[in-house]
Every structure is written in C-alpha cells, then in structure tokens.
C-alpha cells in the first residue's frame, strides 16, 4: 500500500543546492527551516512550517566543516521528530566517518558505528545514503539503510558520449569487486593499480595490472580526498601508454592539496557528483566537471515514500 502521509523534504546549509535539485524532480518546495548559529558557534534550528504526521526527508551531507553538518543533520531529525513527523528519513548524499569503520590500530574507536548510534538516538526512522567508503556499515544500524550507488550516473553519461576502447581502472585491489561490475555495464576490461601506502594519506603506486596501452583508462573511485592516490595512479597509466586518463567519482572530498595536484596531474578529466557541494577553488578548475545525483536520489525518496523496491535504480 503507498505511504498515505504528506511529503516534506527539508535540508541542511551543505546541500541546499542538491536539496533544491531533488524537490524539482519531485515537483516539490523544499519546506522552510532555518539552520544559523548562537554566537557562540551552536547550532540553531527551526522548522518553518507544519511537519505534523508528515514523511519526512532531511538532506544533509557530513563534508567539511563535517562536525558541523552532522550535528546540523541531527539537530532537524530531533526538531521534526519533537514537531510530530510521522517518519523521519536521513538523507546523507556523503556519509562522513565511514572510514573508521574497524579497529585497524590499538585504542582507535570506531567512529562510523558512533555516528549510526547518534542518527538513530536523534530519531531517524530509517537512512538514505550513496556509496559509502564500506558497504559494511550499512550493519552498523538497527534502522532500515537504503544505499544508493553513483555508478548509473557516470555509467549513463559515458554511454551517452559513445566512447570506445575504454579500460576500467581500479585504484587498488580492494576496489575491484565493484569496478569489475562498472567494467561490465561499459563492456569493458579491468586494470588494476597495485600501490603500496606507506602512511596515512599517501600513496606509492608500484604496477598496473592489465592492459592500458592506446586505451581510454577510467579510474573509479568512491572518493577523492587528498587527491594523492589519483594522480600517481594517473601518471603511472598514463606512462604504460594510454591515450587518456578520466577520473570518476562520487565523493569529492578535495582536502589539502587535492585541488592542485589534480590541476597540475595527466589527468584529462575528472568527473565528481554533487553529493559534496563542489569547492569554488574546484569550480575553476576546467578538467573538475560535476554530474548531477539528484535524479537519482529523488526517484528514491519518491520510491520509499511510496513503498516501492528501489532495485531498479541499480539497472
């Protein structure tokens, strides 16, 4: 039976924009709340119209500052939850944390179940989320997680360029079971970067594993942060005889230097969604071009609200 309740999409100040893109695919406003700050640096909600017995859907993805929009996340999930709403939906785009999700040191907390534990203690009935760092913590939470994946997106859109002689490239071994899966909907062979990382946050590119040579090699990757894994796996297909290098992904984190090094790397072309409100610095940038999601994500709120499967949103 479809979900009888009124819809309301609200958002906090990261992703009005994507927000705004996923209402007019609905045919919907946004509903009014106003997310500012105590001088202090608090945060301050109000909801500014009627949610009572209502479908909620809060968009806010947990990029930087990330402490900030998570706790702008949790703050209207608490206020529509004590404003009557008969179900509240987190919506995060980009799901911040995601890569504290094991123990890999002594006394390291896993801050990705913390943040499932604080979304469901702040009142979620359930979370919407696209390509999370480890399709793991979709077990972190005890409240129903819907998890989107960007791949149609960039898949569509390099279908539609018509472009052949196409190898997908996977940044590391860990990646390749869903780069293989990308590969097959382009018809596609795989590659392989093999890198070591020698510390946090850098990476050593040691070999590329396939044939890259006079092909057009697309990287793949759920997030670009530091930028610094991208651009040496880049160079290194680049000089195993490419023709180009794109790089696709969902996430763009862009910290540090990232922005720079991309600017000044072989790559021809990186393609980023909208999860993350793209950084001015990046909007210069002519090889940075964003694709939209919010298709994507409002086909899956109206699917949710409506009590229908969402597979088909993986075809």
């Known amino acids: 039976m479809a979900y009888s309740k009124s819809i309301k999409i609200l958002s906090g100040s990261c992703s009005e924009a994507l927000t705004d893109g996923i209402c007019s695919q609905l045919e919907l406003t946004r509903a009014r709340?106003?997310?500012?700050?105590?001088?202090?640096?608090?945060?301050?909600?109000?909801?500014?119209?009627n949610i009572r017995g209502s479908d909620?859907?809060?968009?806010?993805?947990?990029?930087?500052?990330?402490?900030?929009?998570?706790?702008?996340?949790?703050?209207?999930?608490?206020?529509?939850?004590?404003?009557?709403?008969?179900?509240?939906?987190?919506?995060?785009?980009?799901f911040g944390y995601a890569r504290q999700d094991r123990k890999d040191r002594p006394r390291v907390p896993i801050t990705a179940k913390l943040v499932s534990n604080l979304l469901v203690a702040a009142g979620a009935d359930r979370v919407l989320t696209v390509d999370l760092h480890c399709g793991q913590i979709q077990g972190f939470f005890d409240i129903p997680v819907d998890h989107l994946s960007a791949d149609v997106v960039f898949i569509n859109h390099f279908m539609e360029r018509g472009i052949d002689n196409i190898v997908v490239v996977s940044p590391d071994t860990g990646s390749v079971a869903r780069i293989r899966?990308?590969?097959?909907?382009?018809?596609?062979p795989l590659a392989i970067v093999d890198k070591r990382r020698p510390k946090e946050n850098e990476a050593e590119v040691m070999n590329v594993i396939g044939d890259v040579a006079g092909k057009h090699a697309l990287i793949f990757d759920d997030m670009i942060d530091t930028g610094g894994t991208l651009v040496k796996a880049a160079k290194a297909i680049k000089d195993r005889g490419a023709l180009d290098v794109i790089a696709c992904s969902t996430h763009s984190v862009f910290s540090g230097e990232a922005i720079a090094r991309i600017r000044d790397s072989v790559l021809d072309e990186v393609l980023v969604s909208d999860s993350i409100p793209l950084k001015a610095e990046a909007a210069g940038v002519d090889k940075?071009?964003?694709l939209t999601i919010a298709p994507l994500i409002g086909e899956a709120i109206r699917r949710i609200h409506q009590e229908e499967s969402l597979s088909i949103l993986f075809r």
Request: charged content about 25%; aromatic content about 6%; hydrophobic content about 50%.
């Open 288 to 290: 940075i071009k964003v």
């Open 56 to 94: 909620v859907f809060i968009v806010n993805s947990t990029s930087p500052p990330v402490n900030d929009h998570l706790m702008e996340l949790l703050i209207l999930i608490d206020a529509a939850r004590r404003a009557s709403a008969d179900r509240v939906t987190a919506v995060l785009p980009y």
């Open 181 to 188: 899966e990308f590969a097959r909907r382009l018809d596609a």
């Open 33 to 49: 709340a106003t997310v500012g700050k105590f001088s202090d640096g608090e945060v301050k909600i109000q909801i500014g119209e």
